[in-house]
Protein backbone atom coordinates (compact mmCIF):
# COMPACT_ATOMS: atom_id res chain seq x y z
CA UNK A 1 0.00 0.00 0.00
CA UNK A 2 1.57 3.88 -1.00
CA UNK A 3 0.19 6.90 0.20
CA UNK A 4 -1.34 9.47 -1.93
CA UNK A 5 2.51 11.41 -1.87
CA UNK A 6 4.61 8.24 -2.01
CA UNK A 7 2.44 6.89 -5.29
CA UNK A 8 4.16 10.07 -7.24
CA UNK A 9 7.46 8.74 -6.42
CA UNK A 10 7.07 5.09 -6.79
CA UNK A 11 10.25 3.97 -8.34
CA UNK A 12 11.74 5.14 -4.70
CA UNK A 13 9.76 1.99 -3.19
CA UNK A 14 9.87 -0.31 -5.86
CA UNK A 15 12.38 -2.38 -4.55
CA UNK A 16 10.96 -2.12 -1.10
CA UNK A 17 8.01 -3.50 -2.23
CA UNK A 18 9.40 -6.07 -4.61
CA UNK A 19 11.02 -7.81 -1.27
CA UNK A 20 7.53 -7.77 0.73
CA UNK A 21 4.17 -6.84 -1.10
CA UNK A 22 1.91 -6.48 1.87
CA UNK A 23 4.12 -3.34 2.76
CA UNK A 24 2.59 -0.12 3.82
CA UNK A 25 4.11 3.62 2.51
CA UNK A 26 2.33 6.00 3.49
CA UNK A 27 3.61 9.47 4.89
CA UNK A 28 2.10 11.83 7.09
CA UNK A 29 -0.22 13.64 4.93
CA UNK A 30 -0.35 16.39 7.04
CA UNK A 31 3.78 17.10 6.47
CA UNK A 32 2.44 17.43 2.52
CA UNK A 33 2.72 21.20 1.76
CA UNK A 34 2.54 20.72 -2.02
CA UNK A 35 0.24 20.44 -4.48
CA UNK A 36 -0.25 16.83 -6.81
CA UNK A 37 -0.14 17.97 -10.60
CA UNK A 38 -3.01 16.42 -11.44
CA UNK A 39 -5.39 19.46 -11.87
CA UNK A 40 -7.87 18.28 -13.96
CA UNK A 41 -10.19 16.33 -12.64
CA UNK A 42 -12.84 15.93 -14.75
CA UNK A 43 -15.16 16.57 -17.62
CA UNK A 44 -18.48 17.36 -18.19
CA UNK A 45 -19.61 17.03 -22.22
CA UNK A 46 -16.71 18.74 -24.61
CA UNK A 47 -17.65 21.95 -23.05
CA UNK A 48 -17.10 22.06 -19.25
CA UNK A 49 -13.60 21.30 -17.55
CA UNK A 50 -13.02 21.13 -13.62
CA UNK A 51 -9.92 22.37 -12.33
CA UNK A 52 -8.21 21.56 -8.75
CA UNK A 53 -6.77 25.07 -7.40
CA UNK A 54 -6.23 23.93 -4.00
CA UNK A 55 -6.06 20.58 -1.83
CA UNK A 56 -6.73 19.61 1.95
CA UNK A 57 -8.09 22.29 4.75
CA UNK A 58 -7.11 23.75 7.53
CA UNK A 59 -10.52 24.01 8.72
CA UNK A 60 -11.82 21.20 11.49
CA UNK A 61 -15.49 20.84 11.15
CA UNK A 62 -16.58 18.20 13.85
CA UNK A 63 -17.91 16.08 11.45
CA UNK A 64 -15.14 15.66 8.96
CA UNK A 65 -12.82 13.11 8.41
CA UNK A 66 -11.39 14.95 5.48
CA UNK A 67 -8.58 17.06 6.76
CA UNK A 68 -7.20 14.08 8.30
CA UNK A 69 -6.75 12.05 5.21
CA UNK A 70 -6.26 15.14 2.52
CA UNK A 71 -3.93 17.12 4.81
CA UNK A 72 -3.66 20.59 5.22
CA UNK A 73 -4.43 23.33 2.93
CA UNK A 74 -2.49 23.72 -0.35
CA UNK A 75 -2.90 25.93 -3.35
CA UNK A 76 -1.58 25.26 -6.68
CA UNK A 77 0.84 28.12 -8.22
CA UNK A 78 -1.39 31.07 -10.34
CA UNK A 79 1.01 30.59 -13.26
CA UNK A 80 -0.09 26.84 -13.65
CA UNK A 81 -3.93 27.78 -13.11
CA UNK A 82 -3.72 30.29 -16.02
CA UNK A 83 -1.83 27.87 -18.18
CA UNK A 84 -3.96 25.06 -17.70
CA UNK A 85 -7.09 27.17 -18.36
CA UNK A 86 -5.60 28.73 -21.26
CA UNK A 87 -4.67 25.04 -22.75
CA UNK A 88 -8.30 23.76 -21.94
CA UNK A 89 -9.31 26.95 -24.06
CA UNK A 90 -7.58 26.36 -26.78
CA UNK A 91 -9.18 22.35 -26.83
CA UNK A 92 -12.45 24.31 -27.21
CA UNK A 93 -13.58 24.41 -23.49
CA UNK A 94 -16.01 27.00 -22.87
CA UNK A 95 -16.71 26.47 -18.89
CA UNK A 96 -13.98 26.19 -16.31
CA UNK A 97 -15.28 25.26 -13.21
CA UNK A 98 -12.63 25.56 -10.02
CA UNK A 99 -12.93 22.72 -7.41
CA UNK A 100 -10.56 21.91 -4.75
CA UNK A 101 -11.73 20.95 -1.12
CA UNK A 102 -11.96 24.11 0.28
CA UNK A 103 -11.53 26.54 -2.68
CA UNK A 104 -11.83 29.52 -0.69
CA UNK A 105 -9.41 29.15 1.58
CA UNK A 106 -7.02 29.41 -1.74
CA UNK A 107 -3.71 31.59 -0.44
CA UNK A 108 -3.17 34.42 -0.53
CA UNK A 109 -6.44 34.51 -1.11
CA UNK A 110 -9.77 33.37 -2.83
CA UNK A 111 -11.18 36.62 -4.81
CA UNK A 112 -7.57 37.32 -5.49
CA UNK A 113 -6.90 34.33 -7.77
CA UNK A 114 -10.27 34.65 -9.21
CA UNK A 115 -9.46 38.06 -10.24
CA UNK A 116 -6.09 37.13 -11.39
CA UNK A 117 -7.64 34.63 -13.51
CA UNK A 118 -10.40 36.85 -15.12
CA UNK A 119 -7.63 39.75 -15.68
CA UNK A 120 -5.52 37.59 -17.35
CA UNK A 121 -7.68 35.62 -19.72
CA UNK A 122 -10.39 38.11 -20.44
CA UNK A 123 -11.68 35.64 -23.45
CA UNK A 124 -12.48 33.06 -20.99
CA UNK A 125 -16.15 32.14 -21.62
CA UNK A 126 -17.68 31.34 -18.28
CA UNK A 127 -15.97 30.99 -14.82
CA UNK A 128 -17.72 28.81 -11.99
CA UNK A 129 -17.13 26.87 -8.66
CA UNK A 130 -17.18 24.16 -7.04
CA UNK A 131 -18.89 24.16 -3.48
CA UNK A 132 -18.13 27.91 -1.93
CA UNK A 133 -17.81 28.17 2.15
CA UNK A 134 -20.70 31.36 2.76
CA UNK A 135 -18.07 32.59 5.32
CA UNK A 136 -15.20 32.96 3.18
CA UNK A 137 -16.85 35.07 0.87
CA UNK A 138 -15.63 38.67 1.12
CA UNK A 139 -16.98 41.80 -0.47
CA UNK A 140 -14.35 42.12 -2.91
CA UNK A 141 -15.71 38.16 -4.45
CA UNK A 142 -18.77 40.47 -4.57
CA UNK A 143 -17.21 43.60 -6.70
CA UNK A 144 -15.74 40.68 -9.23
CA UNK A 145 -19.53 39.36 -9.53
CA UNK A 146 -20.90 42.99 -10.51
CA UNK A 147 -17.34 43.58 -12.45
CA UNK A 148 -17.30 40.52 -14.97
CA UNK A 149 -20.10 38.93 -16.91
CA UNK A 150 -18.17 35.84 -17.56
CA UNK A 151 -18.35 34.63 -13.51
CA UNK A 152 -21.22 32.33 -13.59
CA UNK A 153 -24.37 32.98 -11.75
CA UNK A 154 -24.86 29.67 -10.02
CA UNK A 155 -23.52 29.46 -6.90
CA UNK A 156 -23.31 26.10 -4.53
CA UNK A 157 -22.65 26.90 -0.98
CA UNK A 158 -21.46 24.56 1.59
CA UNK A 159 -24.34 25.26 4.42
CA UNK A 160 -24.80 22.00 6.20
CA UNK A 161 -27.66 23.78 8.83
CA UNK A 162 -29.92 26.77 9.35
CA UNK A 163 -29.32 26.68 12.72
CA UNK A 164 -27.12 28.48 14.73
CA UNK A 165 -26.15 26.29 17.26
CA UNK A 166 -25.87 22.71 15.61
CA UNK A 167 -23.57 25.00 13.24
CA UNK A 168 -21.36 25.98 15.86
CA UNK A 169 -21.54 22.25 17.03
CA UNK A 170 -20.66 21.73 13.62
CA UNK A 171 -17.82 24.10 13.94
CA UNK A 172 -19.11 25.91 10.93
CA UNK A 173 -18.03 29.52 10.94
CA UNK A 174 -21.01 31.13 9.49
CA UNK A 175 -24.78 32.03 10.85
CA UNK A 176 -28.23 31.63 8.89
CA UNK A 177 -28.09 35.49 9.25
CA UNK A 178 -24.82 35.23 7.26
CA UNK A 179 -26.22 33.00 4.76
CA UNK A 180 -29.62 35.27 4.01
CA UNK A 181 -27.38 38.43 4.26
CA UNK A 182 -24.58 36.63 1.53
CA UNK A 183 -27.57 35.72 -0.84
CA UNK A 184 -29.19 39.04 -0.56
CA UNK A 185 -25.82 40.57 -1.61
CA UNK A 186 -25.05 38.44 -4.60
CA UNK A 187 -28.60 38.99 -5.88
CA UNK A 188 -27.94 42.84 -5.42
CA UNK A 189 -25.50 42.59 -8.35
CA UNK A 190 -27.15 39.31 -9.94
CA UNK A 191 -30.80 39.47 -9.71
CA UNK A 192 -30.19 36.42 -11.64
CA UNK A 193 -28.58 34.23 -9.18
CA UNK A 194 -29.19 30.51 -8.29
CA UNK A 195 -27.92 29.51 -5.66
CA UNK A 196 -27.25 25.38 -4.20
CA UNK A 197 -26.43 23.85 -1.02
CA UNK A 198 -25.31 21.03 1.27
CA UNK A 199 -26.98 20.05 3.81
CA UNK A 200 -26.22 17.21 6.70
CA UNK A 201 -29.89 16.37 8.41
CA UNK A 202 -30.05 14.34 11.60
CA UNK A 203 -26.94 16.26 13.31
CA UNK A 204 -25.90 15.02 17.12
CA UNK A 205 -28.14 16.56 19.06
CA UNK A 206 -30.76 18.61 16.61
CA UNK A 207 -33.66 18.76 17.45
CA UNK A 208 -37.28 19.05 16.05
CA UNK A 209 -37.15 23.30 16.18
CA UNK A 210 -33.06 23.23 15.08
CA UNK A 211 -34.14 20.99 11.99
CA UNK A 212 -37.32 23.66 11.40
CA UNK A 213 -34.69 26.38 10.81
CA UNK A 214 -32.80 24.25 8.56
CA UNK A 215 -36.05 24.55 6.55
CA UNK A 216 -36.94 27.95 6.97
CA UNK A 217 -33.66 29.08 5.62
CA UNK A 218 -34.04 27.40 2.04
CA UNK A 219 -36.78 29.90 1.90
CA UNK A 220 -35.77 32.77 3.58
CA UNK A 221 -32.46 32.41 1.23
CA UNK A 222 -33.93 31.35 -1.43
CA UNK A 223 -32.04 28.24 -1.82
CA UNK A 224 -32.70 26.17 -4.79
CA UNK A 225 -30.80 22.63 -6.16
CA UNK A 226 -30.09 21.12 -1.95
CA UNK A 227 -27.46 18.23 -1.98
CA UNK A 228 -28.73 16.65 1.24
CA UNK A 229 -27.16 13.93 3.30
CA UNK A 230 -28.67 12.29 6.68
CA UNK A 231 -25.46 12.82 9.04
CA UNK A 232 -23.37 9.77 9.09
CA UNK A 233 -20.58 9.61 11.99
CA UNK A 234 -16.92 9.55 10.97
CA UNK A 235 -14.64 7.35 13.40
CA UNK A 236 -12.52 9.75 15.58
CA UNK A 237 -14.35 13.10 14.67
CA UNK A 238 -15.53 15.02 17.35
CA UNK A 239 -18.91 14.87 16.42
CA UNK A 240 -19.40 10.90 16.50
CA UNK A 241 -18.95 11.17 20.51
CA UNK A 242 -21.83 13.67 20.61
CA UNK A 243 -25.46 12.17 21.38
CA UNK A 244 -26.50 10.59 18.47
CA UNK A 245 -30.08 10.72 16.33
CA UNK A 246 -31.88 7.36 15.39
CA UNK A 247 -30.68 7.21 11.46
CA UNK A 248 -34.33 6.73 11.10
CA UNK A 249 -35.02 9.82 12.25
CA UNK A 250 -31.59 11.30 10.25
CA UNK A 251 -33.20 9.70 7.06
CA UNK A 252 -36.65 11.40 7.53
CA UNK A 253 -35.42 14.60 8.00
CA UNK A 254 -33.30 14.33 4.87
CA UNK A 255 -36.07 13.38 2.58
CA UNK A 256 -38.17 16.13 4.06
CA UNK A 257 -35.39 18.73 3.22
CA UNK A 258 -35.25 17.08 -0.47
CA UNK A 259 -38.75 17.35 -0.80
CA UNK A 260 -38.73 21.32 -0.30
CA UNK A 261 -35.47 21.11 -3.10
CA UNK A 262 -38.20 20.08 -5.43
CA UNK A 263 -40.98 22.57 -4.69
S1 LIG B 1 -16.29 20.14 5.93
FE1 LIG B 1 -15.02 21.23 4.43
S2 LIG B 1 -14.28 23.03 5.56
FE2 LIG B 1 -14.98 21.57 7.11
S3 LIG B 1 -13.15 20.39 7.67
FE3 LIG B 1 -14.21 19.24 6.05
S4 LIG B 1 -13.24 19.90 4.15
FE4 LIG B 1 -12.71 21.41 5.72
Redesign the pocket.
Known amino acids: VLGNKEKKEIEKYIAELNADSQKEIVGDIAQDSACDDFMITGFEGRHKAFLQIQQG ?1 N ?3 T ?2 I ?2 YARGNNRSVPLPLIIKQIKKLLQQGFKEICLTG ?2 ICSYEPSFSGVVKDILEQIPELPCLQFGSL ?1 PAAIDDDFIALLSKYSNLDSHFHF ?1 IQSGDNLILKRM ?1 RRHSREDVIKLCQKIRAVRPNAAFGADFICGFPTETEEAFANTCKLVEEAGLSKLHVFPYSEREGTPAARMPQLPMEERRRRAAVLRELSKE
Do not use: T
Request: net charge negative.
Open positions: CHRCYCIPVDDSG
